[in-house]
């Protein structure tokens, strides 16, 4: 990104923040250093702005009861006040962002900062890129779309074992249309010789009317019998489906309160875990750094006056004084030896509760998905529970109606009955047996005419399950796709992660031509499911970013080196790229645009004024704390703020 993209200054008003009493800064876009010795309050005043930003809160003044921090972006303004109280400091007000993973991570590139820390450390590198990554969503998406494809699923295995019954309809259809048409001719042939009897008009079509009439009867007493047969299975089917359903939604024991709990609490515990892995980081970091000193660092620096050690102390070298790196008092060696294996306690203790968090954190999730599926069953049973009981009620109201059909018609059959019997005309004539045996006919006629009709119901239905079923076949062809994209999501990320770092460190060390290396970069390692990772996810293979060193030799041989044998600078250095690859790859500048340096002191000027150059190209606010020989280097383009307007 191109620091050109904007074009507003930010001006920031710090009262009583760290070692600042008040200031009011403004800066425009591009590089902007503050120059100063050190304790003069550019620290202060980075970490203040990174508060505001969203980011961990700063220290208050130590001699101050209350203190204030003013940001002004694009015409918008952010406050935010500190208070002083018996539990701690309290902080109020809005910031600029809610992402204090982000600022934490790849804005606030201070000495403190974990992917600097991680590359000192030799730690996680792979946790750090990947923290602001919100794998749980994801975890959880992965399971809602797995459910609704495995139910998809399911559906279509329904319809195709409805689909195996076309064939078979298909031969019946075809069957009944030629028995139908074999009746039709028989019909035909015997209407024909009817018409061929020598017979009193008025009486054939008496009979005619008469026999007609009474078959008609029956096969609409029959056809309205079958209907009410129909409607009477189908209610006592409905029946025993609403007594499952209601045995069902009597077993589901459901609440939504638990839920809301639920969630609240593995916010509260993300939220936890975060903190004690940035607590470790940063524990780990003093522990290593005071092991330095006390176990062979630079003892000049750090050792009392030897004039001053008794011959005890010289004796015993864990006896020796040593010039506190913090405060500037002197402290036995000893002393520092307990307070660190103290801390290593504090470490261990630290490790044991994130790992119970994380335990907690799967165990919540795992209820939160039964969970809600129980909740998405119960809210369906209790849907189909009342589509059931109005299709039963519907259902008693069309058999009440039917049954009121069939009495009337049996009533008209009674009476035909009834009327031809009392006509003896009927049983002499020649007729009778002919039109017996055509009511007959059209009886059986009829009786194929509504077999065929069904038959060709139940094909339009199997027509339309398998328009259904490739209506299902697509949506289940997008689930996958999304599947698949939710699956390779963290992958895919954590490879732009990797090509960033890799390419911006071969660009770097190009610059910067340390003696001796010829090349560093990350490789993603995959292991099993079983590994632990931060960030990964359930069922997923757990990942782990290696960070390779190659240096080379006088004759231009080369040979892998390890992080302990790199120096300060080069491990800075590297630290450095980790948080730009982040930046970076996070889209960070679209929700903070600046980014804060401190503590480059172990880095030469010259490489310093071309990190400088480097990382401009891609931030639009720069914002670097320099030590007065360090600023000279530094492009005369840039903005300079000096130490003097941090103290007025």
């Known amino acids: 990104m191109s620091q050109s993209n904007t074009a507003d200054e930010i001006t920031i008003r710090a009262e009583n923040i760290g070692g600042i009493d008040s200031c009011d800064i403004t800066f425009t876009p591009g590089v902007t250093v503050l120059e100063g010795r050190n304790a003069t309050g550019r620290t202060s005043l980075l970490n203040a702005l990174a508060g505001a930003l969203g980011g961990s809160p700063p220290s208050l003044r130590s001699d101050a009861e209350h203190g204030r921090i003013e940001l002004s972006v ?35 590139l201070t000495e403190d900062n974990p992917a600097r ?32 494809r495995n139910q998809l699923g399911q559906r279509i295995r329904e319809i195709e074992r409805q689909l195996e019954k076309q064939p078979a309809l298909e031969s019946r259809r075809v069957e009944l249309q030629g028995d139908l ?3 039709d001719q028989e019909i035909t042939e015997l209407r024909e010789q009817l018409e061929e009897f020598d017979t009193n008009p008025e009486e054939a079509e008496a009979v005619e009317e008469a026999l007609e009439s009474l078959e008609e009867r029956k096969q609409e007493i029959t056809s309205v019998q079958n209907r009410i047969q129909t409607q009477q299975e189908t209610i006592e089917s409905l029946r025993d489906e609403r007594k499952d359903l209601q045995k069902e939604a009597d077993a589901l024991e459901t609440s939504e309160n638990e839920l809301t709990q639920i969630d609240t609490e593995l916010s509260e515990l993300t939220t936890r875990e975060r903190s004690l892995a940035t607590t470790i980081n940063d524990l780990s970091a003093i522990v290593d750094f005071n092991d330095d000193l006390i176990s062979g660092g630079d003892l000049d620096a750090v050792t009392a006056e030897k004039e001053s050690q008794s011959p005890l102390s010289q004796l015993d070298p864990m006896s020796q004084s040593v010039r506190c ?88 059959l009674s009476e035909l009955e009834s009327y031809i019997e009392e006509n003896d005309s009927f049983k002499e004539s020649e007729l009778v047996s002919q039109y017996q045996q055509l009511s007959e006919l059209e009886y059986d006629r009829g009786q194929l005419e509504e077999e065929l009709s069904s038959v060709r119901s139940e094909i339009a239905e199997l027509d339309r399950l398998e328009e259904e079923r490739d209506q299902i076949e697509s949506q289940q062809q997008e689930i996958r796709e999304e599947l698949k994209s939710q699956r390779t999501q963290i992958r895919e990320l954590e490879e732009s992660a990797i090509e960033a770092f890799n390419e911006h460190m071969t660009e770097i060390l190009d610059i910067l031509e340390y003696k001796n290396i010829a090349r560093v970069w990350i490789q993603r390692k995959e292991g099993t499911k079983f590994e632990s990772s931060h960030g990964g996810y359930r069922g997923g293979s757990a990942t782990r970013f290696d960070l390779h060193i190659v240096r080379e030799t006088d004759d231009g041989s080369g040979y892998e080196d390890t992080v302990a044998n790199l120096s300060e600078s080069e491990r800075e250095v590297i630290g450095l790229i980790v948080g730009l690859a982040g930046y970076l790859v996070h889209d960070v500048y679209e929700v903070v645009p600046l980014m804060l340096l401190d503590s480059l002191e172990a880095i030469d000027s010259q490489r310093i004024a071309a990190l400088v150059d480097y990382f401009s190209d891609f931030v639009p606010y720069l914002l670097i704390a320099l030590l007065p020989e360090d600023a000279a280097t530094i492009d005369d383009a840039y903005s300079y703020v000096t130490a003097d307007a941090l103290t007025s």
Do not use: H
């Open 181 to 183: 048409e074999d009746l």
């Open 325 to 412: 790196w913090t405060c500037g008092s002197e402290v036995q060696r000893n002393d520092i030896s307990e307070r660190l294996d103290e801390l290593r306690d504090v470490v261990d203790e630290k490790r044991q509760e994130r790992a119970d968090v994380q335990s907690r954190i799967k165990e919540l999730r795992s209820r939160q998905q039964n969970l809600q599926q129980e909740i998405d069953r119960q809210e369906e049973v209790n849907r189909r529970l009342e589509e059931v009981s109005a299709e039963i009620q519907r259902r008693k109201g069309t058999l009440e109606s039917l049954k009121e059909q069939r009495d009337g018609l049996r009533e008209q």
């Open 74 to 108: 694009d015409g918008q303004s952010f406050n935010q006040d500190y208070t002083r109280t018996q539990n701690g400091i309290e902080t109020s007000g809005e910031s600029f962002s809610t992402r204090d993973d982000l600022i934490d991570l790849f804005v606030r």
């Open 117 to 148: 820390r991680a590359i000192i450390q030799d730690g996680d590198l792979r946790d750090i890129i990947m923290r602001p990554v919100d794998t749980d969503a994801i975890q959880r998406r992965i399971e809602e779309l797995e459910s609704e």
